[in-house]
């Protein structure tokens, strides 16, 4: 064994090169890997002329150099690996810096082959079996979109029961999903919103396994089955060089793969990525709430109206007076994200991504529509798909869009998504050019207040080869890259109408934050498992990181929902979660329907507390949730699956913005409530002697604890799906 070691965290290696240990100084999180089921160090893939691609793993232990290198100590593994295909030398190097609880590792391969190096999997932290026992499962906490916590993880992908229809699969990105049936494996950029995750038990911590890559190139992050006797995993980043069908050549990481501990749940290891994310340029416009290109009233808001997801019905007559009314029987600032505002079928696709009605008639009732909801100070986007392109269009033909798409290794289509049309490669000037143009349209033409440009910040990427698109064979920088620029030119083009108008997108992904003002993130409250666990249970890891650096809206279910403990936690989970609220799939006339008056009421009590909490929610950092002593229920939540268990009848999210903490409470459940609620304000950063604690409602604002030297405990009773907003302050 070979060690690296500093105040934070200890790492050995074996005789091949591969991570054996990995714990913390005070051995309370320890990686759990089974030294005798440990895998190749590195898989590198080779594609020869004919296509074919050549795996080519460790055939001996490498030369192992361990050095100091100034306040680092570093590993550095050589292989010479050699076949009929030719001659490798990779040299794999593990940078541990001083008082770090993460090391670097890089690889850098000489490729002495008439092949291209297609794929390089590396690291691979194999070995990983099941934490130890304890009291209650070990989780991995992915970023699929906001955030998912998938329990026993290594037993899910060695038997996973599959459950996710292929309807699902494109629509959620589980297109992209590789290796075999259980295996957790997506792009980034993609579904994959941020660039790490987290293994761990929440009683001790866990595993950080990340890459730090300033320029969010493509690559692919996942958990595998490994070892093939259906008790390990392995975790896997696999990286690329810029051109993937040049033959010969060398290779050299373009940024380091970062792997470390971290104790606690997996919020800590939130903690290690934001001290990486927030110096990246997407941070750099600065905190939410200093960004003078968001407008105030996107700041403001508590609630978003949208039409889609029950009807698609788009006609100002069916939505306007629904808006009206909940606007004024809330008492909340409401925006609209307007789907199929044309006149067309939303859905059909027919005319992606135009969406400008070009019938007079139709703009002219729609314009009538917006005005009314502007003198009712409610705001409206609509959707605009910013990645398809229909080839039935005149735009499209115009702009000889073939040559645009994005294509695959063999120069064919490499997605068509099904009627609505190709998806384009994100460097396309064309393609900019259109969504601008169709943009400004809709701000100039309809009085639109920006637009919503659907599949930018999450869907998965689609690697492109098309030679004369200015990018690299095989995707490289082109999905950040080109999708920035195309942001770059609309928001600079909507700011210039009016810098009240906003871009929002489909869900979050970190490395276009500066670019838009707002994402809808309606998964926030999906209890269906993205990668097809029925127990994971979504979790805010996105706003974990970013909460107070993006603000986001949304929920995934309708007014359809019948199942009212389902509709409730779902709901509970956008607020507490820390996202402005949404109402869906409710139209006019629809407030005189009884089956509707209690998701009316439930919707109504989240939003109130959102209006009395809004600062914070839409502002403040994110922090873990409180400990709260309260019973425990399940709620069902799909026909043929088994129920969420376990989870707590009172939700609390806490935010902290200028020195203050706000927890929002929310009893989900149809009985009244009762908790205790302890917090230590300290330990939530809080500065100050003593503190107060008040509820800022329902209610009028009241103080209910006056000078607490230490640690809160406050018993908080809640009535029926119900909600309560709690602050801590420092005492003045
Ligand atoms: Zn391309």
């Known amino acids: 064994m070979v060690a690296l070691e500093n105040s934070r965290v200890r790492m050995a290696f074996d005789s091949h090169g591969r991570l054996a240990q990995l714990l913390d100084a005070r051995g309370v999180a320890r990686a759990p890997i089974d030294e005798r089921a440990l895998t190749e160090a590195f898989i590198v893939e080779l594609r020869n002329g004919a296509g074919e691609v050549i795996h080519v793993s460790p055939q001996r232990p490498p030369r192992l150099d361990r050095r100091q290198e100034g306040q680092a100590q570093t590993l550095v593994c050589t292989w010479e690996l050699d076949g009929p295909w030719g001659a490798l030398t990779v040299r794999t190097k593990v940078t541990l810096p001083a008082d770090s609880p993460v090391s670097e590792w890089t ?37 699929f979109e906001m955030g998912e916590k998938v329990p026993e993880a290594v037993a899910f992908v060695n038997n996973r029961v599959k459950m996710i229809d292929t309807w699902a699969r494109s629509e959620y990105g589980a297109y992209d999903v590789e290796g075999k049936g259980g295996d957790i494996a997506f792009s980034y950029p993609g579904m994959w919103a941020m660039q790490f995750m987290a293994y761990g038990h929440p009683s001790t911590g866990g595993l950080y396994f990340a890459a730090h890559d300033p320029q969010a190139l493509y690559k692919r992050f996942g958990f595998y089955a490994d070892a093939t006797d259906g008790e390990h995993a392995a975790m896997v980043l696999k990286q690329y060089p810029e051109d993937r069908t040049a033959a010969g050549g060398r290779f050299r990481s373009f940024y380091p793969a970062v792997i470390g501990v971290y104790e606690g749940d997996w919020w800590r290891a939130s903690d290690i990525y934001r001290a990486w994310a927030l110096k990246q340029r997407w941070a750099q416009r600065g905190p939410t709430r200093r960004r003078t290109d968001i407008p105030a009233w996107a700041k403001e808001l508590d609630l978003w109206y949208w039409n889609w997801q029950f009807h698609n019905v788009g006609h100002p007559d069916k939505v306007v007076p629904a808006i009206a009314y909940l606007k004024e029987r809330f008492g909340a600032e409401v925006a609209f994200h307007w789907y199929g505002c044309n006149g067309e079928q939303f859905g059909s696709g ?23 909801l502007h003198s009712l100070g409610v705001r409206c986007i609509p959707y605009i798909n910013a990645r398809l392109w229909n080839p039935n269009t005149a735009s499209f033909r115009q702009a000889d869009g073939m040559k645009w798409i994005a294509t695959d290794e063999h120069g064919r289509p490499a997605h068509k998504w099904g009627a609505l049309g190709y998806t384009m490669c994100p460097t396309a000037p064309p393609f900019h050019d259109l969504i601008a143009r169709v943009t400004n349209q809709m701000i100039d033409g309809c009085e639109m207040d920006g637009a919503y440009l659907d599949q930018i910040s999450s869907c998965y ?8 698109h200015g990018h690299g064979p095989g995707g490289h920088d082109h999905w950040c890259r080109g999708y920035r620029e195309m942001l770059e030119k609309v928001q600079a083009d909507i700011k210039r109408r009016a810098p009240d108008n906003v871009i929002t997108s489909e869900s979050v992904i970190e490395c276009y934050l500066d670019l838009l003002d707002l994402d809808l993130a309606r998964e926030i409250s999906g209890l269906k498992s993205k990668v097809g666990c029925p127990s994971a249970l979504p979790i805010p890891m996105f706003h974990s990181v970013y909460h107070d650096y993006h603000m986001t809206y949304g929920t995934v279910q309708t007014f359809k929902q019948t199942d009212m403990p389902h509709f409730r936690f779902a709901e509970a989970l956008c607020l507490v979660g820390g996202a402005q609220l949404m109402v869906s799939g409710f139209f006019a006339g629809d407030e005189a329907k009884d089956k509707f008056r209690p998701h009316l009421d439930y919707m109504e009590a989240l939003t109130r507390a959102h209006v009395a909490g809004r600062k914070w929610l839409n502002l403040g950092v994110w922090k873990p949730p409180a400990a709260l002593r309260c019973d425990s229920v399940e709620v069902a939540y799909w026909p043929d699956l088994p129920p969420k268990t376990g989870i707590p009848v009172i939700l609390n999210g806490c935010f902290e913005l200028g020195g203050e903490l706000c927890i929002v409470l929310v009893n989900h459940t149809a009985q009244a409530r009762e908790g205790t609620l302890s917090l230590d304000p300290k330990a939530y950063g809080l500065d100050g002697a003593a503190f107060e604690l008040w509820s800022l409602g329902p209610g009028a604002k009241k103080r209910l604890v006056s000078d607490s030297a230490g640690a809160l405990e406050w018993r908080v009773a809640l009535p029926p799906a119900s909600a309560q907003v709690l602050a801590i302050v420092p005492r003045r």
Do not use: K, M
């Open 107 to 143: 690889v850098d391969i000489d490729n002495r082959t008439a092949c291209a190096l297609w794929q390089v999997a590396y690291p691979r932290v194999s070995g990983l079996t099941a934490f130890p026992p304890a009291d209650g499962p070990d989780w991995l906490a992915i970023p």
């Open 350 to 372: 027919w005319r992606t991504p135009e969406e400008y009605p070009d019938n007079r008639d139709i703009r002219e009732t729609l314009v009538r529509g917006v005005r009314q």
């Open 461 to 468: 990427s689609v690697p492109c080869f098309h030679r004369a």
